[in-house]
């Protein structure tokens, strides 16, 4: 490991099934935002009126936001797949690694469904990057 927390060398591929079966380097990345996740609920717990605590664990889905420059050639990834769907009137689910390579993790992207997108960039003094939403139903890390 580096120690580096750098963005600048990472690398995005997705992959979706009948679509795009061979994963695509997506690039373009915004220069403020590249990617963002929520935080997510890992355990059940509950306290008893005896004060005894007791917890499980829950399963979880994990959202998962990328930014693109509204000049992205990766737009038309996310475009094709919009269509496809609509097309189809039906979901075509995602694959996808995220590799960081100054901390030297890899992330591997599992099932993700393309839940929220921005169909068309806001037009202000230049045009606004655009945003994609998938949620996983899992994110599996893993050192490189």
């Known amino acids: 490991m580096s120690g580096s927390i ?3 060398n990472s690398q995005i591929l997705l992959a979706v099934a ?5 994963a695509q380097p ?10 963002e996740s929520e935080d997510v609920e890992l355990a059940e717990v509950q306290l ?3 004060g005894k605590q ?3 664990w829950i399963p979880f889905n994990v959202k998962w936001r990328i930014t693109l420059r ?12 919009i269509a496809s769907q609509n097309a189809l009137q039906d979901i075509y689910t995602a694959t996808g690694t995220v590799t960081l390579k100054g901390p030297g ?3 591997s992207l599992v099932n993700g469904t393309l839940t929220r997108g921005r169909i068309i960039p806001d037009a202000k003094k ?15 890390p893993a050192p490189m």
């Open 6 to 8: 750098t963005s600048a």
């Open 48 to 50: 008893g009126l005896d």
């Open 105 to 107: 993790k890899k992330y």
């Open 126 to 140: 230049t045009l606004q990057p655009q945003t994609y939403e998938i949620t996983w139903e899992q994110v599996v």
């Open 26 to 35: 997506i690039q373009g990345y915004s220069a403020e935002d590249i990617f």
């Open 70 to 81: 509204a000049n992205s050639d990766s737009i038309s990834f996310f475009d094709t797949w």
């Open 54 to 56: 007791a917890s499980g």
């Open 18 to 22: 009948t679509i795009f079966p061979v």
